[in-house]
């Protein structure tokens, strides 16, 4: 039989050439084309609307601020440019039969003079006017940003830049924005592309991929220095990939052809952070070692344009070192209350960490383009991108001994009365780095009406910890323990407050190693992750106006994942004997660092009046070097196991696309409807394990899960036959459609739906089975589990304004269901059909029933006010709220959010600050925990020196506003969980452009 996918392969291809020759322009016709230029900005505009008359047919322009016509009538024809801020253009043509007319417009000023000579930078305004044309185009509800529009962006980190944009929700660690997430959907609900483009991202912080956001998209290795603008897509079109129920977010780089000339810009920078405003040297993220604290970093680009405007290219590197220090400290309670101990709330342990890192990335972006011929336009991008993250994370833990703690009201205040009364100290080395690459190719030929365009893309980026061959550190101690340590600990009668004085009154000192435990160590972090994107694609699309302008476009995609995970850090497991054997302990190694939670009033006070004793991994680094017969390796064969079989993962995924749309210009309306093609095949590459009752004939003792438990025994279990292929496939069709409406002039109505899927983590699919003889489970990834598919449903009313302004109301709703539940399944119904296994219970992911519903609603506003008189030109205000719940309580849904920011330019002088208020945020299922209500401000202001020199001054975090986590349990009053302060950081650039 053949399959649908075939016979839509050749539908697709067959169309292909049918278009190419239908493509010519007809005999009594001719044709327009020309392109956009903005003096102001020194760009050629895209999204500049271009209207023919009489026919009333509109186009907008494309990249290089190119346009065309097809199909135009002999004779006069008018054809008019308009863009936000600048007064329409006009222009009266000849039409010849068969010929082509070329006419460039110029965009003049606001009061109708030409521009000659460029600025050098464009403004903030400049940028909206470019971010407004671009939506407006768009058959898809879009945002589109401008890469400067919210101000200077040394560190380069996307994440921040999108903190600014609605319905934009940010997931951090630490402070850092390590993922977003739009309309109230989880980061793996996002598609991130580069013009278009999957982009691989690796994240080795997710252990061997057993999270539940494997196929969200880090921007801890993406840089927004050499990115023109971001497109932010709520629907989506039969074009785009369909796994994107959420919505996309395409990062445009920039091209040497969207500039008229040469263009040279050189940004020198240095960021300093609050707790470590000095030039001196000093300890930290090191344990003995001073550094700097300021970061050097800077941007330089290069483009131009050569052989009569066919051939140009931009060269963009960017680095930045940014130190930063974070103060954290988690409270855990008992709420339990017993007949003789009625209090509702009582500490169990309290966690105090200190936070400093040191963070660089360096990214390179290499773009050329070169018009073969008229015609044919070949493109090459090239993207590298490195990040390194050096990051000590020193922590305590007081524990208190549950009940036995005495005070009346012991949230705000206790004292330790019992022999279960403990310290705990663990110092951790995070050395993360990363590294991407992605090289893609691509081809633009152009015929008349007919556009076939094709491109093929490698990205590979990896992810991996190396605390050991980076910094001679051990990864960490495994939280060496002073048992029997009773303290005082108090803090204000604030429900806010962080900030306990902590005074020790009995046991062995804490000022001294030799209190603590000796656990094993481990020395060396080596998790590491990789994924390798290969994709391929081809597009073609044709004008055709037979009464209705219409254009049609079809294509074929194929894209491969490959993603693999591992972790070798129980392999790595140590005893320190030391000299004098087990008598020895971590006193030997103090770290010299000054551990006192300098971002919080917190103190902490041993028996003898000293600070908290915290163990040196760069000492005990050296020791491990130097001699290495003082530490004895003690993994066992869980570690084996845990090394070898659940922490080392391959996965490969391929999908097979196509597509058909057309998009219709009717009375008015933009009407655009299209289909999409998707067929999925997945492998998982897993070990094909012997059975509990195999393994035990052979002789090998197995527990009670039915794993063996010896490293020879696992090994003959799960390592001692080839790895085998698991396979599952599924293919759906992705209908979509939206519509356009201009009601009146620069008020426009816009609509869309799209159906897209949510493709399955990768450790619900890939992994190794454990088998329970006695209880007759079997503990199984499943290949076979299908996507969460949603339908999505968007519609928006937006006003432009004619100074540059917009305002807007949106409103979505998604539609997800097929949700992936854990879930108990016979062997029938999870797929197996050998006979060893009948009767157990499969326990594994599968799609339950039901439908979630996730709605957000949008208003937003922006404007220059010019309008107000000269003085208010180059003041631009902006602000916008979203609102976001679901039909079940989702985590990490901000239900209200608000972000603001203002902008004045005056002569020399320019300033900004942008505000971003996120209201009580659930951050469990139950929603007994929650992120409070947080608000940050960023600012900066710049002046330009000469022409071609200007100065800058950012700040990232203005007030220092903490990230606090609170937790309400009824009947009790709600109760300080965990609270982070992060700091500010303040960035000096020094930028030339020529």
Not at 63 to 77: E, I, L, Q, T
Not at 100 to 108: A, E, I, K, S
Not at 592 to 597: G, I, K, N
Not at 716 to 723: E, G, I, K, V
């Amino acid at each position: 039989m053949i399959s649908i996918k075939r016979l839509l392969y050749a539908g697709l291809l067959f169309l292909s050439p049918a278009l190419t020759l239908i493509g010519q322009e007809k005999p009594a016709t001719g044709a327009i084309t020309g392109r956009v230029y903005n003096p102001a900005t020194g760009e050629y505009a895209r999204s500049a609307q271009i209207r023919l008359l009489p026919s009333n047919e509109t186009t907008t322009s494309g990249d290089g601020g190119s346009y065309r016509f097809g199909n135009v009538p002999v004779g006069n024809a008018t054809v008019e440019a308009d863009y936000i801020g600048y007064p329409t253009q006009t222009a009266t043509l000849v039409v010849q039969p068969g010929q082509t007319v070329t006419h460039d417009f110029n965009l003049p000023s606001e009061d109708g003079t030409l521009v000659m000579q460029a600025f050098v930078v464009s403004g903030e305004r400049e940028g909206n006017a470019k971010a407004i044309m671009e939506q407006r185009s768009s058959m898809n509800i879009t945002n589109h940003i401008a890469s400067d529009v919210f101000g200077e962006n040394a560190e380069g980190n996307i994440g921040e830049f999108l903190r600014n944009v609605p319905g934009v929700q940010l997931d951090t660690v630490n402070g850092e924005v390590r993922n977003v997430s739009l309309g109230g959907l989880g980061s793996e609900y996002t598609q991130v592309t580069v013009d278009g483009m999957s982009l691989a991202a690796a994240d080795a912080n997710d252990t061997a991929g057993t999270g539940t956001n494997t196929r969200a998209s880090s921007f801890e290795m993406v840089s927004l220095s050499s990115m023109d603008s971001l497109e932010i897509s709520r629907t989506i079109s039969a074009d785009v990939d369909a796994n994107a129920p959420a919505g996309t977010i395409n990062l445009r780089a920039k091209r040497a052809f969207d500039r008229k000339d040469r263009r040279i810009s050189l940004q020198l920078n240095s960021a300093m952070h609050s707790s470590a405003m000095t030039l001196s040297k000093g300890i930290g993220p090191d344990d003995h070692d001073g550094s700097y604290k300021f970061g050097p970093g800077g941007i330089f680009e290069y483009s131009d344009v050569f052989l009569n405007n066919r051939l140009g290219f931009v060269f963009n590197v960017s680095e930045s070192n940014i130190y930063s220090d974070a103060s954290r400290v988690t409270i855990n309670y008992n709420r339990s209350p017993t007949a003789t101990d009625r209090r509702e709330q009582v500490p169990t342990s309290i966690v105090f960490q200190q936070l400093p890192r040191h963070n660089r990335r360096f990214s390179t972006t290499f773009t050329t383009d070169f018009r073969a011929t008229d015609r044919l336009t070949l493109s090459l991008t090239t993207i590298y991108n490195y990040s390194e993250l050096w990051n000590m994370q020193r922590s305590m833990t007081a524990t208190t001994g549950g009940r036995s703690v005495i005070g009346a009201d012991p949230v705000f205040g206790f004292t330790t009365n019992s022999t279960a009364a403990s310290i705990t100290v663990n110092p951790v080395a995070i050395s993360k780095l990363g590294e991407t690459i992605t090289v893609t190719p691509k081809f633009e030929y152009k015929n008349g009406n007919f556009v076939w365009d094709g491109a093929a893309s490698y990205s590979d980026s990896t992810s991996w910890y190396d605390n050991f061959g980076r910094h001679g550190t051990m990864q960490t101690l495994n939280s060496p323990v002073a048992a029997n340590v009773n303290y005082r600990a108090v803090r204000p009668n604030d429900a806010l407050s962080p900030d306990w004085q902590f005074v020790q009154i009995a046991g062995r000192d804490i000022a001294s190693g030799s209190a603590f435990s000796k656990p094993s160590i481990i020395a060396k972090d080596s998790r590491r992750s990789r994924g390798e994107f290969m994709t391929a694609q081809t597009n073609a699309s044709l004008s055709t106006n037979w009464g209705i302008p219409i254009v049609w476009k079809t294509g074929l995609k194929f894209r491969e994942e490959n993603r693999t995970f591992s972790d070798k850090r129980s392999l790595d497991r140590y005893n320190y004997v030391g000299p004098n054997g087990n008598s020895t302990h971590y006193g030997e190694f103090p770290s010299e660092f000054v551990w006192d939670l300098g971002k919080t009033n917190v103190n902490i006070t041993s028996i003898s009046g000293g600070r908290i004793f915290m163990p040196d991994l760069a000492d005990i680094g050296e020791r491990f070097r130097t001699n290495p017969e003082q530490f004895v390796n003690s993994s066992n064969a869980t570690d084996y196991y845990n090394t070898h079989v659940v922490r080392n993962r391959n996965f490969t995924e391929s999908i097979n696309a196509g597509y058909f749309m057309g998009t219709a210009q009717v009375k008015g309306f933009t009407i655009r409807a299209g289909v999409r093609y998707e067929d999925t095949e997945t492998k998982v590459l897993e070990p094909d394990a012997r059975t509990s009752a195999e393994v035990t004939a052979a002789g090998y003792a197995v527990n009670a899960s039915g794993v063996a438990t010896t490293i020879p025994g696992v090994a003959y279990q799960f390592l001692a036959r080839p790895r085998v292929y698991r396979t599952g496939n599924y293919e759906n069709f992705f209908p979509s459609g939206s519509i356009r409406y201009e009601i009146i002039k620069d008020l426009e109505w816009h609509a869309g739906f799209s159906s897209t899927i949510r493709r399955p983590a990768y450790n619900d699919v890939a992994g190794v089975w454990v088998v329970n003889d006695n209880n007759q489970t079997v503990t199984a990834p499943n290949v076979k589990l299908r996507p969460e598919t949603a339908t999505n449903f968007a519609t928006r009313l937006a006003y432009y304004m004619k100074n540059v302004g917009e305002f807007s109301v949106a409103l979505y709703e998604n539609h997800v269901e097929d949700l992936i539940n854990s879930d108990e399944l016979t062997a029938a119904e999870f797929g197996y059909a050998g006979e060893d296994y009948t009767g157990y219970r499969f326990i594994t992911s599968a799609n339950s029933p039901g439908q979630v519903k996730v709605r957000s609603m949008e208003l937003s506003y922006n404007q220059n006010l010019g309008f107000l008189g000269n003085a208010f030109r180059r003041l631009n205000v902006r602000a916008n709220y979203t609102r976001a719940y679901a039909t079940e309580l989702k985590t990490g849904l901000v239900p209200h959010s608000v972000n603001s920011g203002i902008s004045y330019t005056y002569r020399r002088f320019n300033i900004y600050a942008n505000g971003n208020w996120t209201d009580d945020t659930p951050t469990t299922t139950t929603g007994a925990t929650y992120r409070r209500a947080r608000t940050q401000i960023d600012g900066g202001a710049g002046f330009k020196l000469t022409r071609m020199l200007s100065l800058n001054l950012s700040a990232r975090n203005v007030t220092d506003a903490p990230y606090i986590q609170m937790q309400k349990v009824a009947p009790s009053a709600p109760t300080l969980y965990d609270h982070l302060r992060v700091g500010t950081t303040y960035t000096l650039a020094v930028k030339a452009v020529f």
